[in-house]
Nanobody, 122 residues
Framework: VQLVESGGGSVKAGGSLRLSCAASGDTISTYSVAWFRQAPGNEREDVARINQGGFTIYADSVKGRFTISRDNAKNTLYLQMNSLKPEDTAMYYC?????????????????WGQGTQVTVSS
């Protein structure tokens, strides 16, 4: 499967963005998928994950503000980001693995998009 992210941009603190990750070549519902982010000088960290069955997991830093969802008909993964903070600034990546478990460790994912930049100003 190939993954292409979109929807990044620059917003002020408190604003919202919705990221999309369009999949092609295979059915995304058969994968566990996730959003990761990486700020300069930092390691790539998990943001939100959704497994094949639709179970979702969020990092504590985004819980209550971000929502991960998957539209199987459109073969697309989304990340709705509300109440954005400057510390959310990073490159955001979607990732997929053909496994029922949506792992937290990014090294467990073998399929990645190219990333989309999110910048939140104070």
């Amino acid at each position: 499967v190939q993954l292409v992210e979109s929807g990044g941009g620059s917003v002020k603190a408190g604003g919202s963005l919705r990221l999309s990750c369009a999949a092609s070549g295979d059915t995304i519902s058969t994968y566990s998928v996730a959003w990761f982010r990486q700020a300069p000088g930092n390691e790539r960290e998990d943001v939100a994950r959704i497994n094949q069955g639709g179970f979702t997991i969020y990092a504590d830093s985004v819980k209550g503000r971000f929502t991960i969802s998957r539209d199987n008909a459109k073969n697309t993964l989304y990340l709705q980001m509300n109440s954005l903070k400057p510390e959310d600034t990073a490159m955001y990546y979607c990732a997929a693995r053909k496994n029922s478990y949506a792992a937290r460790d990014p090294s467990q994912y073998n399929l990645w998009g190219q990333g989309t930049q999110v910048t939140v100003s104070s």
